[in-house]
């Protein structure tokens, strides 16, 4: 059944997806030296293109030159980024897939000793002055920690708090004009992030119109997505939200989590977004704190959401795209270890599991140069599978 629900073509907005079958945003860290996509990445994104992607998202791309967790992300903030993503993007339509790049600012899980950080000049910026706290679960589950390329193990600062919120609107904004002359097909919102952080009552504590009431909270996202409409138009714009939180030290008391997405959500739908994307909640990214899970785990499938990710296997996808739940499904993880995902569902053949967890991120080379071959292994060394 599968792999005749994921053939059908999907409408999206003015592009057309082959199938209903979805690259998920995937931060690699292979933006190096500094931040600029590269050959690398060229070759990584192909591959999946031709392995039977519909719709690929990008992993986060940078709105400015500000750090993250992840050294060596790419950045879409200057003239050499969009070079550097408009060769993806062209490579990635002669595939036959459509391409939306993610615009991301990292807000309060920065740290002002990442490269990047330094280099911009400007502190790590969050709604308010409180830090994020301790690492996701994915750490104790295998993955490096963040601030790997840090001596130590440094963990979150707290933030300035923003004076001006409108500032940072104006960057999604650019960020949105430069994916555009980059090629993209459209630009998704990713969440966990500095959208999310202003959504979120336990890390946004402003006494001004961008926090306190569930609207105020909701200002600074949905000012962002006006902003990135207003360069693309509407049915090119897209938004990852999770309402059902964990990560990044991000998470609401079930009933307000309900109220605020509900918001939220209305509120979006009224700029005729290209989709919404919604993160189930996934153990993997819930982290306990002070002895209780930052998650609120609940059907997030009560809200209007047009694609779904987490942990979907592609029977559960088939089955919520057939009885109309979603539109189509979302994968993420499953193309880190096989460039073919599409393809293997469409044969029938069972998803790998097995990641090079050593490899996942671009690891630190005690200062020598990273070169080619480090680059590529765990990345784009995964084999196709064999088909009959």
């Not at 096989?338 to 293997?344: I, L, Y």
Request: charged residues 20%; proline residues 6%; negative net charge.
């Amino acid at each position: 059944m599968s792999s005749m629900t994921y053939s059908a073509p999907l409408k999206l907005g003015p592009s057309l997806m082959k199938n209903r079958i979805v690259m998920g945003p995937l931060t690699r860290s292979r933006a190096v030296p500094t931040n600029v996509p590269n050959d690398a990445m060229l070759e990584y994104y192909v591959q999946r293109a031709k392995g039977g992607a519909g719709l690929i998202i990008s992993e986060g791309a940078l709105i400015t030159q500000q750090g993250t967790e992840w050294e060596n992300a790419p950045g879409i903030w200057g003239q050499q980024h969009i070079d550097g993503w408009k060769k993806i993007t062209e490579a990635v339509h002669r595939e036959g897939a459509v391409m939306f790049c993610q615009l991301w600012h990292v807000g309060r899980l920065s740290h002002p000793d990442a490269p990047e950080q330094k280099a911009s000049g400007n502190p790590v910026y969050g709604p308010s002055a409180i830090a994020a706290r301790g690492y996701p679960g994915i750490v104790a589950r295998g993955y490096p920690e963040k601030f790997r390329f840090l001596p130590g193990k440094p963990g979150y600062v707290t933030p300035t708090a923003i004076e001006d919120p409108t500032d940072l609107v104006e960057l999604f904004r650019q960020g949105a004009i430069n994916a555009k002359a980059a090629g993209s097909d459209g630009v998704h919102g990713g969440y966990g992030y500095l959208i999310h952080q202003f959504l979120d009552s336990t890390s946004n504590k402003r006494t001004d119109s961008y926090g306190g009431s569930i609207e105020n909270r909701a200002r600074f996202g949905l000012e962002a997505l006006a902003a990135v409409v207003d360069v693309w138009g509407s049915e090119r714009v897209a938004i990852k939200l999770t309402p059902a939180a964990g990560g990044n030290d991000i998470g609401m008391p079930l009933k307000e989590t309900l109220e605020t997405f509900t918001h939220f959500i209305q509120q979006a739908d009224k700029l005729n977004l290209a989709y919404i994307c919604l993160l189930r909640y996934m153990e993997l990214f819930d982290v306990k704190t002070d002895g209780t899970w930052r998650g609120a785990a609940h059907d997030v499938l009560s809200s209007a959401a047009l694609l779904i990710s987490g942990d979907l296997s592609p029977e559960e996808g088939a089955s919520l795209i057939a009885s109309g739940q979603i539109d189509a499904a979302i994968f993420g993880r499953p193309w880190i270890c096989q460039p073919d995902v599409g393809t293997r569902i469409a044969y029938g053949i069972a998803l790998e599991s097995k990641i090079d967890m050593k490899h996942i991120y671009l690891q630190q080379l005690d200062g020598s140069d990273v070169v080619d071959e480090v680059i590529r292994r765990g990345y784009t060394d995964y084999p196709a599978a064999a088909y009959t």
